[in-house]
């Protein structure tokens, strides 16, 4: 099994900045790839970013390329995702995920992922 746990989120001014952590143990060798999803009220669960920890491939959604990074510290079991440029729309329940890496490339989908964090809480206000 592998268990995620996120923090890091909480509000911020449209135009600021948060980093969402997201620290995975248990069989961490199960966790090929990372993903971060965003899921807001009344809309489906969006893949936001990704990464191929093997290699440190990266995926972006459109709506969050050059705005978002995904980073890893093997050292510490850890995916970041620093948030800049926060717009309302970013406002969501976000989600750490880690899966096998056997959708590669398609990282964005959630089929990819087996394990799922129980969410943190952005609020990007204007």
């Known amino acids: 099994q592998v268990q995620l746990r996120e923090s890091g989120g909480g509000s911020a001014q449209a135009g600021g900045s948060l980093r969402l952590s997201c620290v995975v143990s248990?069989?961490?060798?199960?966790?090929?790839?990372m993903g971060w999803f965003r899921q807001a009220p009344g809309k489906e669960r969006e893949g936001v970013a990704a990464?191929?920890?093997?290699?440190?491939?990266?995926y972006y959604a459109d709506s969050v390329k050059g705005r978002f990074t995904i980073s890893q510290d093997n050292a510490k079991n850890t995916v970041y995702m620093q948030m800049n440029s926060l717009k309302p729309e970013d406002t969501a329940m976000y989600y750490c995920?880690?899966?096998?890496?056997?959708?590669?490339?398609?990282?964005?989908?959630?089929?990819?992922?087996?394990?799922w964090g129980q969410g943190t809480q952005v609020t990007v206000s204007s």
């Open positions: 995920a880690a899966g096998s890496g056997r959708y590669l490339p398609d990282l964005l989908v959630a089929p990819a992922y087996n394990y």
């Open positions: 248990g069989a961490t060798y199960r966790s090929r790839c």
């Open positions: 990464i191929y920890t093997g290699d440190g491939r990266t």
